[in-house]
């Protein structure tokens, strides 16, 4: 995201069915113990927003994040090094995000960040932290230009070199997308929408670029505020264009009430997005018509996923309030990347966190490689996951549902 909404590891873990614990437990150092995990204390920043229309989706993140802490120091993974998470409220706001950053770079125990939620807040921190070289882990951001440069669909350049996520990107989510509308669905004419920030503009974008391509017909286009909650004059343009699906680039907030408009103007057409929509959240907004809407999300559905079964497991047990929501898998995966880049450079150092531990963590975390959540979890040479996995999901019976997964074949 990008702009937005997949926890105790115990007996499954002992019986291999997550490797997770490929490294397996160690004792604690000579060190004063802080801690479950014992010695140093090693602080994994969180940036999502925590409060606001988005809070759901980064609630599940820190929550997913805090237990990928808990369990590593259970497991004693890094010897005489105890995890822990900070996490702060962006507001889904770039200006907050680069405050965080800043924030997060003044305190010398913290190691590595899990987040933002959303692209156009990673625009904000990036340089922020690369200057500190302090690694960056994003389980959600998927704007293209983040890793490749604007340029990206030219001529792909990586700007930074702390940054990294565990979500794929728009430029497989949005032509991904289109296929299924255009091959599966049999809907042929589209009008799209976006609101105007750098999640929803550029999915917009991919999307309508592969849907040209299929032969497909974009009989509108129009923008929204995102701070907007009344679309009636853009749903009576959706009616009158004779569209037989409406693609929305943005998130769940407005996405819920543009497809419940967009429904009482007349239009009774589905209303496609991307992983910023697939939140529950969506359906209350949305109503009783929100049935057959649908939402691509990154990788595979985390309960669907033998990996995945004691996170889900281990968070119900936890006790968290809030749910795990869509990012909640690529969370864990993004703070235990951070862990196995700190155990990598521990182990390399004697035992000990070195001098220049950040920059050396960051260094580590281009060749970190684990069997994690969402499958296996490692990155390109652009800091891009190499886990190209996409979904369809379709809403029924007031729930989201899986239709397809697969990868985008382009």
Same mark, same amino acid.
């Given at each position: ?19 997770? @614990? ?33 809070? =759901? ?16 120091? /259970? ?7 105890? !995890? ?11 200006? =907050?995000?680069?405050?965080? =950053?800043? *924030? ?10 899990? &987040?933002?939620? #959303?692209?156009? +807040? ?5 340089? +922020? !932290? ?11 951001? @998927? ?17 930074? /070199? ?23 669905? $049999?809907? $042929? ?35 929204? #505020?995102?701070?907007? *909650? ?7 343009? +959706? ?56 939402? @691509? ?19 119900? =047990? ?25 155990? /990598?450079? +521990?182990?390399?150092?004697?035992? %000990? ?16 490689? !684990?069997? &994690? ?7 390109? %040479?652009?800091?891009?996951? @190499?886990? /190209? ?7 029924? #019976? ?5 239709? $397809? ?6």
């Amino acid at each position: 995201m990008r702009q937005r909404s997949l926890i105790a590891i115990t007996a499954a873990l002992a019986a291999g069915a997550l490797t997770l @614990t490929a490294c397996g437990s160690r004792d604690s150092g000579d060190k004063k113990d802080s801690g479950e995990g014992g010695g140093t204390t090693v602080v994994i920043g969180v940036d999502v927003p925590l409060t606001g229309d988005l809070s =759901a989706m980064g609630l599940g993140i820190k929550n997913s994040a805090d237990l990928a802490a808990n369990n590593a120091n /259970k497991q004693k993974l890094v010897k005489g090094v105890n !995890f822990k998470i900070e996490a702060l409220d962006d507001q889904a706001q770039p200006s =907050a995000g680069q405050q965080n =950053a800043s *924030k997060f770079v003044s305190e010398k125990e913290v190691l590595g960040v899990v &987040g933002p939620l #959303n692209s156009s +807040v990673a625009e904000s921190m990036q340089k +922020v !932290f690369d200057d500190a070289k302090l690694v960056q882990v994003s389980p959600a951001n @998927t704007g293209p230009a983040l890793t490749q440069g604007p340029d990206w669909q030219t001529k792909k350049v990586r700007g930074y /070199k702390s940054y990294f996520r565990t979500a794929t990107t728009d430029a497989i989510q949005g032509p991904f997308a289109a296929q299924y509308v255009f091959n599966e669905a $049999k809907k $042929k004419k589209v009008f799209v929408i976006d609101d105007k920030k750098t999640y929803g503009s550029g999915l917009a974008a991919t999307f309508t670029d592969e849907f040209k391509k299929l032969g497909g017909k974009v009989v509108g286009t129009e923008h929204i #505020n995102p701070d907007a *909650k009344d679309f009636s004059a853009v749903a009576t343009k +959706v009616k009158n264009s004779g569209a037989e699906v409406v693609y929305y680039g943005g998130e769940y907030p407005q996405a819920g009430p543009l497809s419940k408009q967009i429904k009482a103007a007349g239009a009774k057409i589905p209303l496609v997005g991307g992983d910023g929509i697939k939140d529950d959240t969506f359906m209350k907004l949305a109503g009783s018509e929100a049935t057959g809407d649908l939402a @691509t999300s990154v990788g595979a559905p985390v309960e669907d996923l033998p990996s995945a079964k004691q996170f889900v497991a281990d968070y119900k =047990a936890a006790g968290y309030k809030e749910e795990y929501s869509a990012y909640g898998g690529y969370a864990y995966d993004s703070a235990w990347a951070v862990i196995e880049a700190v155990k /990598k450079v +521990v182990d390399a150092n004697g035992g %000990e966190l070195p001098s220049d531990a950040r920059a050396k963590i960051t260094e580590a975390m281009q060749g970190v490689s !684990f069997d &994690g959540v969402t499958g296996k979890v490692s990155f390109d %040479e652009f800091g891009d996951a @190499t886990n /190209k996995q996409l979904t369809v999901y379709a809403v029924k #019976n007031g729930a989201w549902v899986p239709v $397809k997964s697969g990868t985008y074949s382009g």
